[in-house]
């Protein structure tokens, strides 16, 4: 085995477990790239892709767990209107990073505005879902020497700087 980690490119259609399309890569020409080992996709998903071989096409479902996580009720927290960043401005559906309860950073919603009183949820939107990506491998290579040392993919599909 090398130790060079590798860069996968790959098309998909993420839908829920109802059928409704989250998300696609098929709107754009180049497929989404990502380096393995460094969490650029959802775990669940990545070892399912790290078995595929260019041209594979699968249905990889991934439970919430491995996905987005579940949904954590402690998540949701109310908290004075001062306390936020642009308090005067703030409107629902604003985004903002913020420390979750064990330190880690986290993206939280605005969901209500009531007088004072702002109701936040720090939940992925796509907590608690179970997915369903349909992929196509289109490409794998080694990553370089600067993917690696960026800890990420390069190129079509993967970061531009
Ligand atoms: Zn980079």
Redo the contacts with the bound molecule.
């Keep these: 085995m090398s130790t060079t980690p590798r860069v996968i490119s790959f098309h998909y259609t993420l839908t829920n477990k109802a059928g409704e399309v989250i998300d696609t890569s098929r709107d754009s020409s180049d497929p989404f790239s990502y380096m393995e080992g460094v969490g650029q996709i959802i775990p669940g998903l990545e070892k399912s892709m790290a078995l595929l071989s260019v041209g594979d096409k699968r249905k990889i479902e991934v439970a919430a767990a491995d996905a987005y996580g579940t949904h954590d009720d402690q998540l949701i927290v109310e908290v004075p209107r001062a306390k936020l960043p642009n308090s005067d401005q703030l409107q629902e559906d604003d985004q903002f990073q913020a420390s979750g309860p064990n330190g880690e950073m986290l993206l939280f919603r605005v969901v209500t505005i009531e007088g004072d009183n702002v109701k936040l949820d720090g939940n992925h939107p796509l907590a608690g879902e179970d997915l369903v990506f349909d992929v196509e491998v289109i490409g794998v290579r080694d990553a370089s020497k600067?993917?690696v040392a960026?800890g990420?993919a390069?190129g079509p599909g993967g970061?531009h700087?």
């Design positions: 600067e993917e960026h990420h390069h970061h700087h």
